[in-house]
């Protein structure tokens, strides 16, 4: 029952996600100094960052969070990489997160109206899971948000409804292996009517401040596993009672936003031949390079603008999108700064 | 394509259905922790839906270059579940009969027998099945993980377990629906070709078992072997369902049958199994291989020599694996 009004709660201020932040910091007072950087402040106002509060939960229970607010995240289909989840809408996800100690705990409710668990009786069923993917490093650009990249892997907490908890990483798509240097966290799950409401808990996997992660949800129902799934972009974490990397923060604060112009961005990626190796709305048929109809939802501007101004810079890791010579298959378009700023922030806005 | 490659031919004329091979599969590698259900090697009769259930309508393999869509076969209804027997009864008075606790579904030779066609003209023959070691893979091409690989000495393909994540795109794209996903252990698992046997210069459980001295081993390139002999010489081995792409690597030797009764009780000069399903399941060059099979066992008959007879009886049972390793057992 408790569980549930704190669900309510928390979704009626799921709408306003700076005043959900802000509300948490006020609460447990323990934030950093409200006259903080325009850099954080940039990434609030992107819903990129949130704070992590100190407090003793002991025992950990998902009942115990009466009263916080939560980091709203929403996953959208992953369709950059083969396998992919072609259909299906997002899905928004409640993150909250708290430091205990040295252990990091995240709860995370998500909606998933079918319960597959894991069922030994069967060949052909999934179950539902979850992982929680963390930067392994603190550099000062994000890697890439999909199992992150040769030399910048990632770290993960995945769980599965009826398996067994697991530490995995990850440098790249297809490199997932068990992560020896963690342990597997601990969890505590609840199914409730909408869906599942997971615990999370472990020692911190990584010890950079800001912390980057992101969500990923698989559903049985649809076979998700692997690519299937739902992705979120990267979201920092800002952990209390560290210090905190201000310069980084800063440095990521320019990747998480973009002035250009919307609509000239949608008219240039038709002028400029985007679409016809790109999958965008209203131009369907383009599949020499990543989807992009989900852009927005899964990358932070400053990759996007990279990307386009640098196409060798990261290349995303399906053979279909390489030359022999293992360049990009996307040429240097060598576009002028503002209309790659245009362009930047109309495939940001998809989502 | 791999540097060498190990095949198997096995011939359908001396498959009696015993299913030896079936258990020396399974004693040797599949009798427990989740795979009590799984048959690396079976023998179905056909016509019939086979193992698993209607396999050959699960989709799979290639089209053209693509792969084609293929669906996961249910543990109880399309494998069949090994039965749990209330052996209790057996102490109890009455006559109550030991019956499976649970309903089964299917099982890997449920339609055993049953076959096709009307008396006196019914009709069936026996298919043994095991993963084909194919030359194009669609499982090792399926599995984003490159957990399937396949190696260079002899093509024999693996499932490098500690890669394996239970994805199962393996399983829906393997056309012949051969690679099997242990619920316990949450991965995939299938044939290994008896690579531990091999190291040791050991056939293959199946092969060395069979009773009817049906299944020859070989390199394909081993010119002096039996595989290059049936398969390309002699052109009477067969590549099972060619049409899925995958290039298979375990040949049959269709079966011959007796002629049809007609409604006058006389023989008719057509063969009992029609060559249309044949060629369905084995290709075109069916008709040619049972031509030459019919001439070349005439000439037995008559008491002339024929070579390829001689390679199809086996006289000597060593004879039929050549492995080109250091052999303990002959
Ligand atoms: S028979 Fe199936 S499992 Fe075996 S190699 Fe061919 S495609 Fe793979
Ligand atoms: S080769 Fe070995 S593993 Fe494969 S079916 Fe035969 S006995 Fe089983």
Known sequence: MRLHSSLQRSRGVSTGIITAVMGAALLYGCAESPREGAGAQMLRETNRLSDVVQQSVWPWRLDRWEGMAATVLILHPQRMILPRLDKGAPVEAR??????????????????????????AHTERFADALAVQFVADDGERLPYIGMGEPERPVHLWFWRAGRETEALTAHGFGTLEPDIANPAPEAVVQRTAEGWSLLLSGPLPVQANPLAVSLAVGDGAEAGRDGRKRLSSWHLLRLPARPVDQARLATLAGAAGSDGDIERGRRLVQERGCTACHRLPGSPSGDQGPDLTLAGGMHWPGYLRRSIAEPNAFIVPDDRYRTPEAGSLMPALNLPESEVEDITAYLSSLR | MTARQLGMVIDLNKCIGCQTCTLACKSQWTDRDGREFMYWNHVETRPGKGYPKDWEQAGGGWDGDTLRPGRLPRLHEDYGYPAEFGYEVLFEEGEKPLRPKEEMAWGPNWDEDQGAGEYPNSYFFYLPRLCNHCSNPACQVACPRQAIYKREEDGIVLIDQERCRGYRYCV??????????????????????????????????????????????????DQEGALHQLVNQWKVALPLHAEYGTQPNVYYVPPLSPPKIGSNGRSLDEPRVPDEYLVQLFGPGVGAALEMLREEMAKKNRGEASELMDLLIAYRHGDMFRLDRPREVV
């Open chain 1, 95 to 120: 993150l909250w997160a708290q430091m205990d100690g040295g252990q990091l705990l995240l709860r995370i409710d998500w909606p998933d109206t079918s319960e597959d668990r894991y069922s030994t």
């Open chain 2, 172 to 221: 829906a794209a393997c056309p012949y629906k051969k690679i099997y996903f242990n619920p316990l252990a949450g991965k995939s698992e299938k044939c290994i070709f008896c690579y531990p046997r091999l190291e040791k210069g050991l056939p293959q459980a199946c092969a060395y078992q069979c009773v009817g001295r049906a299944r020859h081993v070989a390199f394909l390139d």
